[in-house]
């Protein structure tokens, strides 16, 4: 599997990044890959719940359906997917740090048939690309007043 973390100090408390960002009727407010979500209550998801999402990464657009697999409010939320292009967990920590919380995503994919041969490579460098919008997107979000 390939993998990466990237991680953003947002200017807001543990509790009300978990509660956004584990919403999954907020993702496409934030995170560009999600052209829409669907099956899905307004609020954090938790253990064992499902919801499915209409993904837009690169060229490819596809539905996935994550289950959460890990949640321990407000510190960390897992979701996994498995569907016939390839499986993807999804992992978000926080950590309460002076000014707000230090928010961590880390990604980790694999992809079925050949299109595996460009996970290392152009995937990753895609779905990174991505994720730092997301990150950049969650911090204009909660960017101190001027």
């Given at each position: 599997?390939v993998?990466f973390t990237?991680?953003?100090?947002l200017?807001?408390?543990?509790?009300?990044?978990?509660d956004?960002?584990?919403?999954?009727?907020?993702w496409?407010?934030?995170?560009?890959?999600?052209h829409?979500?669907?099956?899905?209550p307004?609020?954090?998801?938790?253990l064992?719940?499902?919801v499915?999402?209409?993904?837009?990464?690169g060229?490819?657009?596809?539905?996935?359906t994550?289950?959460?697999?890990e949640?321990?409010p407000?510190?960390?939320?897992?979701i996994a997917?498995?569907t016939?292009r390839g499986?993807?967990?999804?992992?978000y920590e926080?950590?309460?740090?002076?000014?707000?919380?230090?928010?961590?995503r880390?990604c980790?994919?694999?992809?079925?048939?050949?299109?595996r041969l460009?996970d290392?490579?152009?995937?990753?460098w895609?779905?990174?690309r991505?994720?730092a919008?997301?990150?950049e997107?969650?911090?204009?979000?909660?960017a101190?007043?001027?």
């Amino acid at each position: 599997m390939v993998h990466f973390t990237q991680s953003v100090h947002l200017h807001a408390s543990p509790q009300a990044v978990y509660d956004f960002v584990t919403n999954a009727a907020q993702w496409h407010s934030w995170h560009p890959a999600t052209h829409a979500v669907r099956d899905v209550p307004d609020r954090p998801l938790a253990l064992g719940e499902t919801v499915v999402e209409e993904i837009r990464a690169g060229f490819r657009r596809f539905d996935a359906t994550w289950q959460v697999i890990e949640q321990v409010p407000p510190w960390r939320w897992s979701i996994a997917t498995h569907t016939s292009r390839g499986h993807s967990t999804v992992s978000y920590e926080l950590q309460a740090e002076e000014g707000g919380t230090r928010f961590r995503r880390t990604c980790e994919f694999a992809s079925n048939g050949p299109w595996r041969l460009l996970d290392g490579s152009i995937a990753k460098w895609l779905l990174a690309r991505q994720a730092a919008r997301a990150l950049e997107n969650l911090r204009a979000r909660w960017a101190p007043e001027s």
